[in-house]
Structures are given as structure tokens and as C-alpha cells.
């Protein structure tokens, strides 16, 4: 099985780099869902350098790059821990937060290879050392993939979600959610 490691992002430099990184797996993987405008509009808005860096020094999400066995940069993930009610979590109580999963994004090269799986399992032993007992993302409802693969590792949709994120487009997406036993 194939491992990796996760290398935090938090520097300029490292944020700028996630941004590139960013927009050329959104250009590659989501014209087969999405119009080329609504990729370069929410590539513009939530994976750029300003939003990236907001997200990161004001709103709590924390970012890594993903790197293979041999160091290489493979994917980027981020995650914000949460209380019950989508704040921010700071200091809660254990079993009363969750995770918000906000981005589990690989380069072309590099899908196939369980680097996901293992992702999602660093997601999982994230909420077991903070005291969270779920996960959580939005998928967008045509990933089939990621649908299919969320699934298959005891995912459940919770929910449809249809947000305006402006300039005339939506995401048109499920959410789905994860039990974590803490124990």
C-alpha cells in the first residue's frame, strides 16, 4: 500500500505554490463537470494565493501538501475542525466536534495509487487526537468517482446542498459525513 506524508502549509511561498498546484488539477480534472468559466471563477475565488492564505491565518483551515515515498508533491489536503454548530473549534469538549474536509485534491499522475485512502485515513486519526467525532465534505453530485470511492470507505450522503457562489454559478453538491469512534 502506498504511504505518504504531509508536509503543513504556511508560508507565502508554500501558499503560492499550493495555488498553482491547485489550479492545474482544477483544470485537468473538473472540465469533464464544470464549464471552463466556472473553473476559472472558482479557481480565482477559493484556490488562489488571497483565499488560500485567508483561509489559513483567519478562518482556522489548515493545509498540506501531500508528498509520495519519495518526497515528490503529490496532492494538497485541508481540513477545519469544527464545533457541532460550523464554528470554529478551538476548545470543545471530546465527541463534540467535527472535521471539515475542505480539499482532497491529487495531480492526474498520481490518482490510482491509494494516496486518497490514505488521506482520508489521516483525516479519520485527526479526529481521534483532537476528540472529533466525525468527518465531513461537499462532493460535487456528478464525481462520480469520488462519490463511488467516499462510499466505499463508509461515507454517507447526508444531504443535498445547492450554494450560489456568485458571478451566476453553483455548486450543486452532496454532503457527505463519517462516524469516528474515538476510542
Known sequence: MSSISLI???????????????????HEYWPIVLSEGQIDYMVDTMQSFEPIKYEIRQEGYLYWFVL??????VGYLSVRPETPEGELATDIQPGEGKLFVSKVYLLKEERGKHYA????DFCEDFCRANGLSSLYLHVNKHNEMGIRAYKGRGWHIAEDSVSDIGNGYVMDDYIMAKEVALS
Open 8 to 26: 503543513p502549509v504556511c508560508t507565502d511561498v508554500a501558499i503560492r505554490d499550493m495555488a498553482d498546484m491547485a489550479s492545474a488539477i482544477w
Open 68 to 73: 509520495d515515498e519519495a518526497g515528490k508533491r
Open 117 to 120: 485512502s490514505r488521506m482520508l
